[in-house]
């Protein structure tokens, strides 16, 4: 049974924008806690942004203020917008629940000219 689904990874020039969006079933996103991973080809996974149940938010330095994450709770989704990349933001993202510790099987975003 799936939990999570991810969608909107792509190709991406540096500076370009994506949207990720990661959809959930209702069980997990109305009592969890979502939050986005990348994992870059040869390095360990690593947290992006995070959102709790109730909105709020927090990221990782390096994408702070060209990030966004946010939740549409009519949808059972979170999304990630994704602003100013960079090549070495290229990796596979993943969308992960917790307390209930669900991964989805990510999408690969690529950042390159």
């Known amino acids: 049974q799936v939990q999570l689904v991810e969608s909107g990874g792509g190709f991406v020039q540096p500076g370009g924008s994506l949207r990720l969006s990661c959809a959930a079933s209702g069980s997990i996103f109305s009592s969890n806690a979502l939050g986005w991973y990348r994992q870059a080809p040869g390095k360990e996974r690593e947290w992006v942004a995070g959102i709790t149940t109730r909105g709020s938010t927090n990221y990782k330095d390096s994408v702070k203020g060209r990030f966004t994450i946010s939740r549409d709770n009519a949808k059972n989704t979170v999304y990630l917008q994704m602003n100013s990349l960079k090549p070495e933001e290229t990796g596979v993202y993943y969308c992960?629940?917790?307390?209930?510790?669900?991964w989805g099987q990510g999408t690969q975003v690529t950042v390159s000219s």
């Open positions: 992960h629940s917790t307390p209930r510790d669900y």
